[in-house]
């Protein structure tokens, strides 16, 4: 085994930028990452969310590949054997979006290129982009095992996804229809309800009247989109509207195509809404597509692929629907059936990957039937074989599968799996096959071509879990370590991603495809706002920016202890910036043990098995001891239970302080005056208990080491690079097992507890009359049951509090309160500080007289002011309230100086 490469004496300062890149290299050619096959132990395994090869990371993959990370590690420790399978994904709309803009930058189109040569420059692009993520992953020091790394149009998965599509097209579960779909006209193609975002926009709603033939009669419409009415194929009333029910029935005639088409009743129509009549485009949009049905409508599409009007709109034919839309609303207003506008805030859909308004029409596509998928991946979730984390999004999963429309998988792309049919041009059959047909299934004709269109990015990526290990051949991969453990992912695409793995994963393999579902929020900046690249400030939310300038650990440890399952967080990079000093308080704590450890660094190694309180004689020792197997557990607890934040934060909160202000603080007395030695003495007040530097050498290693294996899911680097400095038993701490969690003394931490109380409140009556830090004070203590204690600790309080031990006076009762002292009254001590050896009582009489005089002054001008009537009727509220403050704090100043004036006597 190579050495890790660190330097070989502990540096001043840890430098992230000399030490992350080997040591990532170091752990990934020590074959860290990978994981053994056991077939004794079960498994941990994450398949691990394939960004899409469209550019470089962002915080929502360093939040991801944190939290995984984290998870990874814990159970690597755990003695698990652990996978963590990588990968990208090809990303069909996203990515041909991306090529078609650097061609645009060339002044060409992919039409210009043909589609295999296109396809060729997408794969150059991929080249390029996949690696950069793959560097940009090692940078976020995530431990996956590379060699499993899979994209979803390698040759392996592209044998799973045609398998998958052939198999659901045997099974009837796949089909080809003409059917109401979202149609973008940026993209050239399909896009799913899920790939629609709607935003509330300020539009209009134009009332147009609708005559019968023999011109005696018309109904009124309201719509917000003219340019339809050109595809209405009816009118529909509420079957209960009595305005209407003479009218059903009657036929009326199209405005501009003057079509004749009939006034339907139908239970969908609401008659609050506009005139109670609306009119029914069955080609054009959703819920009139449902009426259509309903009621054997014909569906009339009037817009071609790129939303200019087709040969069906008459004498608009050819505008864009737009230009259509102001032409249709000026002819009806020269007629007079325009009968008013008024303006109306509704829903507009715009494709989620280009913003272009999308439109609903009936278009030819491929669809898998999704209820009967769904229904057994409705099952485990409510039988409890797939946990969501938190529990809230399980009442939206059910509703979303409950109500779900079958899934339209074909789009109109080059980039993709192409859809494995073939159309016959003599018998008008289709071919279905696994491998590329000669000729056609039904009649032997050599006369085929194969469907043009690509698979939705999300057939492939559903496949995920288990076509990464091998299926749908029967791989040792896939025998042991499918089902996959955990899928962590960002709560917004439960349904996009998550819920199709599932149904896809029973479907296809029996088994549902994970345990748990873990689902992470967004990262927004400061002010709650979504990161974008338009931001002037987009730069300081950069990961790779971010860490750069402060190291990996910092960025992770931010990102993980300022998130909670399921809610977004608030970035702050001075956050991170804090962290990195976390970092380095642990790393200074470090050098303060090794410094006092010298050439006997090796008598420390912590032991396999936990330390016993009851093994150490002093008090302190025991404390730190317990408060650390608490942590341990409790720790623990909380990974398990995946709150990895708070499981952070108590580490983060038990280093800095349990362990480097106040633990290492009292074991620097017992460094001052090192001649205890370690042996045991039966004349101990705890007989055979280790004592003095010795136990505090031995406590100060075993709780540093631990902690650094429970810090290191969440700064693994400085963790690893501590931890090869101090004692230690193994290679690696990436591989380093678990801590236990040990006994506790729950005694020592209540004393211990007691005594950091009373420091405390001394500290404060310090700082409240401004003592000098370097001076040092009187102080008379009653201890009364804790005497004992006391006098253990006398050292400790009398460095932590700043007090002469020659003027430190402790008893069990005192028989009368001292005079001129300031009194401290904690849960286990009282305590009196001489007021003479705190501050000059004449200068604090001249001081705080003084001060008094001008707070005097601050409460006259105040309700002087508050007292002229034009201010407090004329000003306003807010500026009065905030005198009224001002004059209420400056009561309770005055009122605290003139008791602090009292007590100097």
């Not at 797939?386 to 009442?395: A, D, Q, S, V």
């Not at 409950?402 to 998988?409: G, L, T, V």
Request: proline fraction near 6%; hydrophobic fraction near 40%.
């Amino acid at each position: 085994m190579s050495k890790p490469p660190i330097p070989a004496e502990m540096e001043r300062t840890y430098d992230a930028k000399r030490i992350e890149k080997p040591l990532y290299d170091w752990w990934e050619a020590q074959g860290y990452f990978k994981p053994r096959i056991d077939p004794a132990q079960k498994p941990f395994v994450i398949s691990m969310p394939p960004p899409n090869v469209t550019g470089a990371l962002h915080l929502g993959h360093a939040i991801t590949a944190s939290i995984e990370d984290a998870l990874i590690r814990y159970h690597r420790m755990t003695g698990q054997p652990t996978l963590w399978v990588p990968g990208t994904d090809h990303a069909g709309i996203a990515t041909q979006n991306v090529v078609e803009r650097e061609l645009a930058k060339e002044g060409l189109t992919r039409h210009d290129l043909g589609r295999e040569k296109f396809v060729e420059r997408v794969w150059e692009w991929k080249e390029i982009y996949h690696a950069r993520i793959t560097e940009q992953h090692r940078r976020l020091g995530v431990s996956c095992d590379w060699d499993r790394e899979r994209f979803t149009m390698d040759p392996g998965l592209s044998h799973a996804v045609r398998e998958a599509f052939v198999r659901l097209y045997e099974e009837g579960l796949i089909y080809r229809g003409a059917y109401l779909i979202n149609w973008c006209p940026r993209c050239g193609t399909a896009i799913s309800d899920l790939e629609v975002e709607h935003a509330e926009e300020e539009g209009k709603l134009w009332y147009v009247r609708y005559w019968n033939e023999e011109h005696t009669r018309y109904i009124t419409v309201a719509t917000t989109r003219p340019e339809t009415i050109l595809g209405d194929t009816a009118v529909a009333v509420h079957p209960n509207d009595e305005r209407y029910t003479d009218l059903v029935g009657m036929w009326v005639k199209l405005p501009a195509v003057n079509r004749m088409i009939p006034i339907i009743a139908d239970e969908a129509v609401d008659p609050q809404f506009g005139t109670g009549a609306v009119k029914v485009t069955p080609a054009h949009d959703p819920t009139d597509y449902e009426i259509g049905q309903r009621h054997n409508l014909p569906a009339i599409n009037v817009m071609s692929d790129d939303m200019t009007m087709n040969e069906n709109a008459g004498p608009y034919a050819g505008q864009d629907r737009f230009e259509c839309r102001e032409n249709l609303v000026r002819d009806l207003q020269a007629t007079g059936d325009l009968l008013k506008v008024e303006p109306h805030r509704h829903a507009i859909g715009h494709c989620q990957r280009c913003d272009t308004i999308v439109e609903p029409r009936i278009s030819t596509q491929w669809f898998v039937r999704a209820k009967p998928l769904a229904e057994p991946a409705l099952a485990v979730v409510r039988e409890g074989r797939i946990r969501i984390i938190p529990e809230r999004f399980t009442k939206i999963y059910y509703e979303w599968m409950e109500n779900i429309r079958d899934w339209c998988i074909s789009r109109q792309l080059w980039w993709g799996h192409r859809i494995p049919v073939w159309y016959c041009q003599d018998c008008g059959g289709q071919t279905c096959a696994r491998t590329d047909p000669a000729e056609c299934a039904q009649c032997g004709s050599k006369n085929i071509h194969q469907d043009e269109d690509v698979l939705d990015t999300w057939f492939s990526s559903g496949l995920w879990p288990f076509s990464t290990l091998g299926w749908p051949e029967e791989t040792e991969d896939l025998a042991y370590f499918y089902p996959t453990s955990v899928l962590e992912t960002g709560y917004d695409i439960l349904f996009f991603w998550v819920a199709r793995m599932i149904m896809l994963g029973i479907h296809f393999t029996g088994q549902e495809p994970f345990h748990t579902v873990y689902l992470h929020g967004l990262v927004r900046n400061e002010e709650g706002q979504k990161v974008s690249k338009s931001m002037p400030d987009a730069w300081r939310y950069d990961p790779l920016f971010l860490i750069d300038e402060y190291g990996q650990d910092p960025l992770r440890f931010t990102l993980l202890t300022g998130s909670t399952p399921g809610n977004d967080m608030k970035l702050v990079p001075d956050r991170v910036e804090a962290n990195r000093n976390f970092g380095n308080k642990i790393w200074q704590a470090a050098r303060f043990v090794l410094g006092n450890l010298g050439e006997r660094a090796a008598e420390f190694t912590p032991p396999a098995r936990p330390l016993l309180p009851q093994q150490f004689e002093d008090t302190a020792d025991r404390w730190i001891l317990s408060r650390y197997h608490q942590l341990v557990a409790e720790v623990t607890r909380l990974i398990e239970a995946y709150q990895l934040g708070e499981a952070g934060r108590q580490i983060y909160d038990f280093l800095w302080g349990e362990y480097c202000d106040w633990y290492i603080e009292m074991t620097k007395t017992r460094f001052h005056d090192d001649r205890c030695q370690a042996q045991p003495s039966n004349g101990l007040k705890v007989p055979g208990a280790w004592k003095g530097a010795d136990a505090a050498r031995r406590v100060l290693v075993y709780v540093l080491e631990g902690c650094l294996h429970l810090l290191h899911p969440y700064m693994p680097f400085v963790t690893e690079t501590i931890w090869q400095y101090l004692p230690h038993e193994g290679e690696a701490l990436i591989v380093a097992p678990w801590p236990q969690a040990g006994e506790r003394d729950e005694r020592a931490e209540a004393d211990m507890e007691g005594l950091m109380e009373l420091v405390r409140a001394i500290r404060n009556a310090r700082s409240e009359y401004s003592v000098e830090p370097g001076r040092w004070i009187a102080a008379i203590i009653a201890a009364g049951a804790k005497l004992p204690l006391l006098r253990e600790q006398e050292a400790v309080l009398s460095s932590l509090a700043r007090i002469d031990a020659g003027r430190l006076t402790l008893a069990a009762e005192l028989a009368e309160k001292p005079a001129k002292a300031l009194t401290l009254i904690t849960a286990d001590y009282e305590c009196y500080l001489p007021l003479a050896a705190l501050v000059d009582l004449d200068r604090e009489r001249a001081r705080l007289t003084k001060e008094l005089e001008a707070v005097a002054g601050e409460i006259a001008r105040s309700e002087a002011l508050l007292a002229k009537e034009g201010f407090v009727t004329k000003a306003p509220e807010a500026v009065v309230q905030r005198e009224r403050d001002k004059l209420a704090e400056a009561r309770e100043r005055y009122q605290a100086i003139q008791e602090r004036l009292a007590s100097l006597g």
